[in-house]
C-alpha cells in the first residue's frame, strides 16, 4: 500500500512530530525528545526517535515547514538531488495510521499497515531559513505584531522536509 502527503506544519515551538495517528504516544514522545537531546547543551539534534514517534527540530522555533510523507511499499534510493538525507530510523504503526503533529494538531494523516518501518527523513532549507529567520528578528524589533505575524508567515514553506516510510524487514 503506498500512500503519500504534504502539507505545511505549524510547529511546537520549532518541533513537529511524526508518529502513530491513533496510539498513546506519551512515554515514546518523552523518549524521542531525549534522544534528541545533546547533553550540557541548549540546542539538540535534528531527530529523535523511539517506538512509535519521530520528532523533528527545525531550524527555528517559528519555522513552519513544508513536509511530505511517503509510505512506500519497498525500500527506495536517497538520491533526491538537493535533500540532505539524515541516518535512517525506526517508527513502528501500530494503529494503521500516521500523523504529522504540530502545534497539538495532526496537520496530515495517511494509512499505514501495522509494523515496523525504516523512515528516511531528507531535508532542504534550514540554513535558508536560520539567515531568513536572523533578517527578520532583526527587521522586526521596532514593528507591531501584525508586521512581525506577516514577516514570519512570509517564511512558511523555506524549510522542507521529505520522509520516506517502508516496511523494515
Known sequence: MSA???TIVDTAE?????????????ADQAAAARAARIP???????????????QVRCAHQYSCPQIR?????AATPADEGAWQWAEPLELTVVSGRIGVEGDANFALEL????GR???????????EMEEAAVHVE?????????ETYAAWQRLRGTEKYLVRLWPSL
Open 4 to 6: 503519500y502527503g504534504e
Open 14 to 26: 520549532g518541533t513537529f512530530l511524526i508518529r502513530d495517528a491513533l496510539a498513546d504516544t506519551d
Open 40 to 54: 550540557g547543551r541548549r540546542g539538540g539534534r535534528m531527530l529523535g526517535a523511539a517506538g512509535t514517534v519521530i
Open 69 to 73: 510523507i511517503e509510505v512506500l511499499d
Open 111 to 114: 494509512n499505514a499497515s501495522p
Open 117 to 127: 518501518y525504516v523512515a528516511m527523513v531528507g531535508h532542504q532549507g534550514r540554513r
Open 138 to 146: 532583526t527587521a522586526t524589533i521596532q514593528t507591531g505584531g501584525e
